[in-house]
């Protein structure tokens, strides 16, 4: 099946630091893709939709201010956690589709520890 | 809006039962549902994909359907083996609308 890679897979981070953390489509384009976070023991909870080529769609109650995505061409997008903080820290997973209505994929996830 | 619901939220078996997950859906105009599986501290993986216009599919010993009328769908796991155990999350896309709902997954455990 489609692959979409997610890098880093861990990542630990001073309080008051950026994070950046990278979702690629390896196989096919993708003109939108999905930001996740996931608590522990939790599901997924969709923090925003990232539009190749526009403006991000936050979901209610996420600060775009606090994670900035990057849309920048077909196969990548970016989630940069600004000025992290301890609550920041979670388990972060992206996802895209060749086609709207075609099997989702997601990424490994991201493990941020903020300290 | 849609409301995706998964129960039991735990289920372990014996090595070799056949067992089925349960999901719940509220909105009947769900166009097609996923199931994934994810084990801890890793993505998720796609099992399998329904579409609007089908019942059922079939990987393995994986068997899934969907039943839009009642709005349910349930995954069937044959000769269920160790290697099985992990959470199982169900998801639906309604028409119109790329995201997915994620139902609130089953912690699956197989006791060898």
């Known amino acids: 099946g489609a692959v979409v890679s997610q890098h880093p897979s861990r990542v630990i981070c001073k309080s008051g630091t950026s994070v950046k953390i990278e979702c690629r489509s390896l196989?096919?384009?993708?003109?939108?893709m999905f930001w996740y976070r996931q608590f522990p023991k939790q599901s997924l909870m969709l923090m925003a939709t990232?539009?190749?080529?526009?403006?991000?769609?936050?979901e209610q109650g996420v600060e775009k201010d606090k994670f900035l995505i990057n849309h920048a061409s077909l196969t990548l997008s970016t989630l940069t956690v600004t000025s992290a903080h301890p609550e920041d820290s979670s388990f972060y997973i992206c996802?895209?589709?060749?086609?709207?209505?075609?099997?989702?994929?997601f990424g490994q996830g991201t493990r941020l520890t903020v300290v | 809006k849609q409301e995706v619901t998964q129960i039991p939220a735990a289920l372990s078996v014996p090595e070799g039962e056949n067992l089925v997950l349960n999901c719940s859906f509220t909105d009947s105009a769900i166009y097609n549902l996923q199931w994934f599986r994810q084990d801890p501290g890793k993505g998720l993986t796609s099992l399998l994909l329904?579409?609007?216009?089908?019942r059922e599919q079939t990987s393995g010993r994986l068997n899934a359907s969907l039943d839009k009328s009642s709005g349910r769908s349930t995954l069937y796991i044959a000769a269920s083996q160790p290697g099985d155990s992990a959470t199982y999350l169900c998801?639906?896309?309604?028409?119109?609308?790329?995201?997915?709902?994620f139902g609130t997954g089953t912690r699956l455990t197989i006791i060898p």
């Open positions: 998801a639906g896309t309604n028409f119109g609308n790329e995201k997915l709902t």
């Open positions: 996802s895209a589709r060749p086609h709207i209505y075609t099997e989702a994929f």
């Open positions: 196989d096919f384009q993708a003109t939108t």
């Open positions: 329904i579409q609007s216009s089908q």
């Open positions: 990232s539009n190749e080529g526009s403006k991000a769609t936050y």
